[in-house]
């Protein structure tokens, strides 16, 4: 049984990867300008067998597509070469050379070499997939499926249905009575859906307006979307607008016939949207049919990937899931190398031992004391009770923060005395405001409240990806006030290992509005590494640290003696009670 593909241009790119992965199958991909075929697979392929699907299998045949993940890396992100951080040789890791590479992929392979001078974060470069089709031609449900297949929580569905333009009150009057055109592009407010996806992409906060089908207005609620992956617009008119499309990594037109859409659209408008069906069908005859054939069905030039049958065209829906997922795994690998070269780019490389006195505005150091030796052999000891942990980090936590404070500026101040004699000294000028990364940075809470009683706290919680140790951005709860004038952040990680979540709290921070001066970095144990990568990626940014471990120690073939912990986050495990 043979189900059509069609793409309106010459085999592209994505049609030659869709042809790779589909070798193992009987498949065919025909090279025509105007028509590519697919034939089901057989029993060994990793897509269901169409004949089945339409024999009425009541499983969906998307759940039985099996995913070739790539096993997990051995550790989270360390450099490439004389690393502590190596995977086995027998464990299969991510590959650039083995996926299909682009133009951009194959310059940034070719330029691996090359000194990263500005740290990138990965929602600046979201991977954005524009999906367009006559009104109900089934792009909600692939956009919601291709949601479900990649698994990734960063994904951001824009439904054009949300951007319809406010009506005037005689216009509402129209509406409501079917009586007005949604379906021409000027009833979309194209400009405000680009303006969003820009400021997504650049790394900004998008704001998101609702829209009542029943009362054809804008409510008031608005939807904050901040540090998104993956993007999908969705709307009739998503491929038309030149601007959005320049934005799109790719398009996807959905093609389906329009008696299949007029059914569609009656369930759906008389069923979830309150219409009767005689205006229903009135709307349908008048308005969406003739823009469609107007406005919608000449956009399918300007797709990479034409989708016929809706979300019945389960090979196709497959095969562009598979292309997604491949075009995450080299973006992911894109960000880990950046942070691999941002090591290498501090003082000559892993080379020359980091030195503090090399970086005197932005790495403050406690100097060693016996005080501070015994609180650290107290913090090592695994003898010690919780009680003298918490007791003793909290000591020389209190230090760190005050040692962060010393930075602040102060301004001249007349006081009087109890002696009513007036005495010149300083005040602090700055307001401090802390934002913890969960939970490593929640060790500082105790002491910082001690040391500033009312101050504001902001909330980060970066984790790792299971699969790529890639770091990602899980909830942010910032104080409004963090942006204000004289707004100094104390950002608290007890602990730097890779530096990749400080690296990329500070990227939030500045999404934010915050200025890289302002922010200081306070943290008790850090890894040579993660302090690399921090000074490489923010040349103003002020790190406070406890005591620093050097590679030529932390690793483990140096000897009896190796500072092995500084590469485990014990600090929060032994802190909160969890090791």
């Known amino acids: 049984m043979q189900h059509q593909f069609r793409s309106p241009f010459p085999k592209s790119s994505l049609v030659s990867e869709l042809s790779s992965a589909s070798t193992s199958s009987s498949s065919l991909i025909s090279n025509s300008d105007v028509e590519t075929t697919l034939i089901a697979a057989n029993k060994t392929n990793a897509t269901v067998p169409i004949a089945q699907h339409e024999q009425g299998q009541d499983q969906d045949p998307l759940h039985n597509i099996q995913q070739n993940r790539p096993r ?18 027998s464990a299969p890791s991510l590959s650039a050379t083995s996926l299909h590479l682009d133009s951009h992929a194959a310059s940034h392979a070719a330029n691996s070499e090359a000194v990263i001078e500005r740290y990138t974060p990965p929602w600046t470069e979201p991977y954005i997939i524009g999906i367009a089709g006559p009104s109900g031609s089934g792009k909600t449900s692939i956009a919601s499926k291709i949601i479900q297949e990649i698994n990734t929580p960063w994904t951001v569905l824009l439904s054009l249905d949300n951007y319809y333009k406010p009506l005037l009150p005689e216009q509402r009057k129209l509406a409501l009575t079917g009586d007005w055109n949604f379906d021409t592009p000027d009833a979309v407010d194209l400009e405000l859906c680009y303006q969003t996806v820009l400021d997504l992409k650049e790394g900004r906060k998008g704001h998101v307006p609702v829209y009542s089908f029943t009362e054809h207005a804008r409510t008031q609620d608005i939807i904050t979307v901040y540090g998104a992956n993956v993007i999908v617009i969705e709307g009739i008119h998503a491929l038309h607008d030149e601007k959005l499309r320049s934005l799109m990594n790719l398009k996807v037109y959905v093609d389906t016939e329009l008696d299949i859409c007029l059914a569609r659209r009656l369930s759906r408008d008389i069923l979830s949207r309150g ?19 107007r406005f919608v069905k000449p956009t399918m030039r300007s797709a990479d990937l034409i989708v016929p049958r809706g979300s019945e065209n389960v090979v196709a829906i497959s095969l562009l899931i598979k292309h ?53 052999t107290i913090l090592l000891n695994k003898h010690s009770s919780r009680d003298d942990f918490i007791f003793y980090f909290d000591r020389i936590a209190t230090t760190l923060v005050n040692k962060a404070l010393e930075s602040h500026e102060f301004k001249p101040v007349t006081i009087e005395t109890p002696l009513n004699v007036q005495f010149r000294t300083v005040e602090p000028q700055d307001t401090p405001i802390a934002v913890s990364i969960i939970r490593s940075g929640d060790c500082f809470m105790h002491s910082l409240r001690k040391t500033l009683p009312e101050i504001a706290v902001g909330k980060l919680l970066i984790q790792s990806d299971s699969l790529t140790g890639e770091p990602q951005l899980h909830t942010e709860s910032l104080p409004l006030s963090i942006s204000a004038k004289n707004t100094k952040v104390l950002l608290l990680d007890a602990q730097i290992i890779s530096g990749a979540a400080v690296i990329m709290a500070i990227q939030v921070l500045l999404d934010h509005g915050v200025r890289e001066e302002d922010i200081s970095v306070i943290c008790y144990l850090a890894n040579e590494i993660g302090l690399r990568r921090v000074l490489m990626a923010f040349k103003k940014v002020k790190i406070v640290v406890g005591v620093i471990g050097f590679r030529e120690n932390i690793n483990p073939d140096s000897g009896e003696n190796a500072e092995v912990w500084f590469r485990s986050r014990f600090i929060d495990a032994r802190y909160f009670g969890t090791s």
Request: net charge positive; aromatic share 6%.
């Open 275 to 293: 219409r009767d069906l005689a205006g229903a069908l009135n709307q349908w005859g008048r308005f969406v049919k003739p823009d469609a054939e």
């Open 324 to 376: 997604i997922k491949k075009q995450l795994i080299k973006k992911s690998e894109r960000h880990l190398d950046m942070l691999d070269k941002l090591t290498d780019a501090v003082n000559g490389g892993m080379s020359v031992k980091l030195d503090p006195k090399n970086h005197p505005d932005q790495l403050v150091v406690l100097p060693e004391s016996n005080q501070s030796k015994g609180i650290y």
């Open 72 to 89: 997990r890396r051995s550790s989270r992100i360390g450099p490439k070469n004389g690393s502590y951080y190596s995977a086995s040789s």
